[in-house]
């Protein structure tokens, strides 16, 4: 769900050191990647689609690294339990209908799984909101049951993919707990992550996904509201090479906040992500 491009993160720079002679990496913090659409690609002003072939070569670089690729709540149960240094979190957000068609399989090649946030309030639609993109079909009821039966964590993105931090109090109650509840409904499973649109987050919206009972909910670049309720996330596109995936995991723990180490109040004020 890529931003307004004015607010758009330049891409990392990347080293100069060819990616076959550099080290492994140790976590420090959760790496969770953002991906969107993975087809074949055509013209794409957000920068969301990523080839079958780029993300096969992608997912084969992480497992070449002693990494691989999980869920969000997998990972942070994990962490929690020490047992997460050789983890890294995959998100798909808007829950188009190619991801399984298309990154499913990809992701059980490489022994990986991922959590996909979907919108019940328009399955089987398409990505309307983006006004300048391609239409993008989006999954079905019966497609989010399939990502569940391949081991796939499902999260909501909210009903409709609004900005939470526009939206009046009826309309964020609607797309944080009613969006889980019709998602529960759906998959017959406890909903536990959020995604917030736009990757647009401020304390208002993440009181509302803690109060819709959410275990987590994951943003772009929160800044100071870094937290279970608001994890930062890493934008991958089509032209993230080995080289550059290295240069922005060496780079992630410099530009995004360490989760604190118990609960503590996001601060007050409104923070936009680079992404959609």
Request: aromatic fraction near 6%; proline fraction near 9%; charged fraction near 25%.
């Amino acid at each position: 769900m890529p931003a307004d491009p004015a607010r758009t993160t330049a891409p990392a720079p990347a080293p100069t050191v060819p990616p076959a002679s550099l080290p492994r990496l140790r976590p420090v913090r959760p790496w969770v990647l953002m991906y969107h659409s993975v087809a074949e690609h055509t013209e794409d002003p957000y920068d969301v689609t990523v080839s079958p072939g780029r993300l096969d070569r992608q997912l084969r670089w992480l497992r070449r690294r002693g990494l691989r690729g999980v869920g969000v709540g997998e990972l942070l149960r994990e962490r929690a339990a020490g047992r997460g240094a050789g983890l890294v979190g995959l998100t798909f957000d808007d829950g188009y209908a190619d991801f399984i068609g298309e990154a499913v399989p990809l992701l059980r090649r490489h022994g990986c799984t991922a959590t996909v946030f979907v919108l019940p309030g328009r399955l089987g639609g398409d990505n309307e909101w983006d006004p300048l993109g391609p239409r993008k079909p989006l999954l079905t009821e019966a497609g989010i049951r399939a990502a569940v039966g391949a081991g796939m964590e499902v999260g909501s993105h909210g009903l409709l993919h609004l900005d939470l931090t526009a939206a009046d109090d009826e309309t964020l109650r609607r797309e944080t707990g009613g969006s889980r509840e019709l998602l529960e409904e759906v998959t017959g499973r406890r909903a536990d992550g959020f995604c917030y649109p736009y990757g647009t987050v401020d304390h208002r919206a993440v009181r509302a996904v803690r109060a819709a009972g959410y275990t987590y909910a994951c943003a772009i670049d929160p800044g100071p509201l870094t937290g279970l309720h608001a994890l930062p996330r890493v934008h991958i596109g089509e032209e993230d090479t080995s080289t550059r995936l290295y240069a922005k995991r060496l780079l992630h723990p410099l530009r995004r906040r360490a989760l604190p180490s118990g609960p503590t109040a996001p601060a007050a004020g409104s923070l936009t992500g680079a992404g959609r």
